[in-house]
């Protein structure tokens, strides 16, 4: 995915992380959107870390939705039955993907995690 402005990147690719699991509602995308405004000051100072801005977003937007009591996005496709999220990795880096937090397991690029099914009723 290539655009002029790495914060319309990092916004498509964590919308679509959150579609994925069910979680693109409007309050989320509000939720977004404030991490976004937070981030273009901030790589309005270092505009060096553009390259970074991706996986910052989806850790902010990660972190912002945990004080909320949510966690997001949930391990899936984990033998571990206790419900545990995945991590952004590399914290700090280029090309960030989603890791399990409890086997260190890669899951998917950012951008492309799988749909989740819902519930069965």
């Given at each position: 995915?290539?655009?002029?402005?790495?914060?319309?990147?990092?916004r498509?690719?964590?919308?679509?992380?959150?579609a994925a699991?069910g979680l693109?509602?409007?309050?989320t995308?509000?939720?977004?959107?404030d991490c976004?405004?937070?981030?273009?000051?901030?790589?309005a100072?270092?505009?060096?870390?553009a390259?970074y801005?991706?996986?910052?977003?989806?850790?902010d937007?990660?972190?912002?939705?945990?004080?909320e009591s949510?966690r997001?996005?949930l391990?899936?496709?984990?033998?571990?039955?206790?419900?545990?999220s995945?991590?952004?990795?590399?914290?700090l880096g280029?090309?960030?993907?989603w890791v399990?937090?409890?086997s260190?397991?890669?899951?998917?690029?950012l951008?492309r995690?799988?749909?989740?099914?819902?519930?069965a009723?």
């Open positions: 995915m290539s655009t002029g402005d790495p914060l319309l990147a990092a498509a690719r964590v919308l679509n992380d959150l699991h693109a509602d409007a309050h995308v509000s939720v977004v959107e976004l405004a937070r981030r273009r000051w901030w790589l100072q270092w505009q060096q870390g390259a801005v991706d996986g910052l977003v989806a850790q937007v990660q972190d912002a939705l945990f004080d949510r997001w996005p391990c899936i496709g984990c033998a571990n039955p206790v419900e545990h995945l991590s952004i990795e590399p914290e280029p090309d960030p993907h399990c937090s409890e260190g397991t890669v899951v998917a690029a951008g995690l799988a749909t989740v099914a819902p519930p009723s």
